[in-house]
């Protein structure tokens, strides 16, 4: 039996980290959240070589999702970073984002999600990329 892949997931909005868990949790993801960026620092060390892929939010108060994967990465350089936001064309406009970082625009379903969280694991091209509900 496949083990189930490990996604840590990042939002300041607790209304959204329980809805995103369900989602992922129902599509057969095993989901550890944080309600920011420095907590999930503090969890990507205590769990660091079980978390997959980073699901982050890319505002948020004190650490933005770029600086926690940015960090991140250098803790597990083999992670996969998925970011989410609600105004995809403003993140990619600030150059705050590596060329290759890939978003999820808000709001998505539940199968545009799970999808997605796959595409970015198998991900290894250098574009960026941004999904959304459409595709």
């Known amino acids: 039996m496949q083990e189930a892949v490990r996604v840590l997931l990042v939002d300041d909005n607790q209304e959204v980290c329980d809805v995103l868990r369900e989602m992922l949790e129902a599509n057969g ?27 982050t939010d890319i505002r948020m108060p004190q650490m933005g999702g770029p600086e926690l994967a940015k960090r991140a990465k250098l803790l597990r350089p083999e992670m996969k970073v998925l970011f989410m936001s609600g105004d995809a064309s403003e993140a990619l406009a600030s150059g705050e984002l590596d060329s290759a970082a890939m978003i999820l625009a808000k709001p998505f379903g539940w199968s545009i999600l799970a999808g997605k969280v796959r595409d970015a694991l198998g991900q290894e091209n250098t574009r960026r990329r941004v999904f959304t509900a459409v595709e």
């Open 29 to 55: 993801f095993a989901v550890l959240v944080s309600k920011d960026g420095l907590s999930a620092l503090n969890v990507i060390e205590t769990y660091c070589s079980y978390i997959d892929i980073l699901l």
